[in-house]
């Protein structure tokens, strides 16, 4: 068998135990909570959850403050399909395993994925407790998970990375922010592979290479959703300031003390922009 055959019977295999477990549902929209950005999921009403573990070929969140499963429900009269923790390169996952989950995603007919993270600001104009709309990415984690023949297989080879996050997402995510009064910035994401923070040195090279935020995720993930044609939105919220940037030495807990206390902003936020979509 070749390896893409191999492959879409993997996705396959792990659609059928998720279509099982959704029961007739069809979510239009599916949402990547980042570090301590879990807890909205545990809003969703009518909710059924299926653990990773559950599903083939799906690997595990080891990270703090990621559940680790898929939940369905409606947000507002909205469905949606929530990854309750992501897996992240730093927990030794490929860019295969990080890019599974999503092109399942995909294969289950959802189109939109909202990806959302917590990151370091290196723009000095931004604020912990920003959030922060992708306008665009740097892909520094040296991987691209589709850089495989199996994932080839699954859809065209070349494909655009120009606005990858969509234009009239953005736009939407702007307005829901205003009328919310929710302080919103928009920048370019850097993701890399961590789990180290960066150097000083690193941050201020990341600045002049135009980037606004930084963390260890959702690269990956993007390249992903855009090989197979889904439309993206970014969500980030500064839970700190970069490495150097004003002094700032961040570390894992400061990330999810700013997470915890944005917590209610950031479901006011998603839900609105869900409603709106
Ligand atoms: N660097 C990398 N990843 C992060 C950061 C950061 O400053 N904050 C949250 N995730």
Known sequence: ?????????RIREAEEVLRAGMSG?????AIILGSGLNPLAEELEDAISIRYGEVPHMKQSTALGHVGRFVCGTLGA?????MQGRLHAYEGYTS????????????LGIGTLIVTN???????GYEVGDFCIMRDHI????RNPVAAPEAAALAERFFSMTDAYDPELR????TVARAQDIRVQEGVYLGLLGPSFETPAEIRMFRAWGADTVAMSAVEEVIAARHRGMRVLGISLVTNMAAGVQGASPNGAEVLETARMKEADFSRLIRGIVAAI
């Open 118 to 124: 917590a990151v370091g600001a290196i723009n000095e």
């Open 1 to 9: 068998m070749n390896e893409g055959q191999l492959m879409r019977d």
């Open 78 to 82: 909205v469905e949606v399909l929530c």
């Open 139 to 142: 892909n520094f984690t040296g």
């Open 171 to 174: 736009t939407l995510a702007h």
């Open 96 to 107: 295969q395993e990080l890019a599974f989950p999503i092109r399942l995603i995909a294969s």
């Open 25 to 29: 549902r069809r979510p239009q929209v």
